[in-house]
């Protein structure tokens, strides 16, 4: 392979994640396991193939050109777009076969509008209730006055009923998310009491799907652990304290490059930009081919090891824009060619996604999601 930098995906952890969840949450559910945002990073056309093969019922997408690519791809399954969809693209999401979250009038009102000219329909539409999380979403009454408006729409179906938990991962805590869960679950009752009954209610994300059986409901949307990767430490630890049998996620990605010089810098000099580090004893520095426009953060620059020869070599100086400096003088044997794993596993070493996000000040879903979509994702099995 000639690339200089690479990522490379394990199908079968992609799919064991996705067996594990469906186990937990039965086979009630429809499971939706989120592609969006280029499948986390992991790369959409490999990650959603995956997730179809190993099962699932429905994929998630945030825009309406992951969508399209999806149906380029040859994908037949249920697609739910999460994110919003202008009333001028809302004819195009409906030849695709897409259902809609709507929160807006004016997106309902478009569906009806391309259902009566010429789309398919009827348009199939999700409603988002605002429960706390005050990011999309109508509160009651304005979200009942929309709901009674799809209903007697002909063109119009209300498919679904959805809402999304502010404070699920953040704490173990769990007061603040239980009172939304209480009222997601008393705004459904409040549409039956109405005579309406959309077939899909769903609040669940990843950490909930793992946490409370009882918002499983008719629909999981699944995000990051379909990746391997646990929402936060504090949804570790409240799997744990609530006596949940845990899954093994295992994390899909390994991002690695490849040195391109090694050379000797004497005791005493500057490294990189604004000389933020400087050499206290002869140095031999190691020189990637990728930076921050690759991904990899700024914010990493004096503080991030990668992997070399198994062993961890420290980034020295800033982060430039194309460009990585790491110390390997304790590896001698690092040459120019070496393969060089900036996240993931070499020898009995590994560089996590949760240890790179505590290094940039981040989290653990954007050092994945950042990685350049031109970077090859790879299949490994």
Known sequence: ?????????????????????????????????????NAYGHGLRLCAEAFVDAGADWLGVNALFEARRLRELGIELPIYVMGYVPPADVAEALRL???????????????????????????????????????????EDDCLALAQEVVAD???ELTGLTSHFADVE??????????QAQRFHAFGERLQRHGIAP??????????AILWPDVHMELVRTGIACYGMWPSTEAYVAALMAGRALVQLRPALAWKTRIVQVRDVPAGEYVGYGRT??????????????????????????????LVHGARAPVRGR???NITMVDVTHIPAAASGDEVVLLGSQGDERITAEQMAGWAGSINYEITTRINERIPRIAVR
């Open 1 to 37: 392979m000639n690339e200089l930098n690479w990522c490379e995906i394990d199908v079968a952890a992609l799919q064991g994640n996705l067996r594990q969840l469906r186990e937990l949450v039965g086979r009630g559910p429809k499971l939706a396991p989120a592609v969006k945002a």
């Open 97 to 139: 076969d897409c259902q809609l979250v709507v929160y807006d009038p004016q997106v309902a009102r478009a569906a009806s509008a391309a259902v009566a000219a010429s789309a398919p329909g009827p348009a199939r539409l999700h409603l988002k209730l605002e429960t706390g999380n005050n990011r999309q979403g109508l509160a």
């Open 154 to 156: 002909p063109g119009l």
């Open 170 to 179: 953040d704490t173990t805590d769990h007061t603040f998310a239980t009172a």
């Open 199 to 208: 077939r899909y209610r769903h609040i669940s994300n990843s950490a909930a």
């Open 277 to 306: 580090f400087r050499t206290t004893h002869p140095t031999r520095l190691a020189i990637l081919p990728m930076g921050y426009y690759d991904g990899y953060d700024r914010g990493l620059s004096n503080l991030a090891h990668v």
């Open 319 to 321: 982060v430039c824009m």
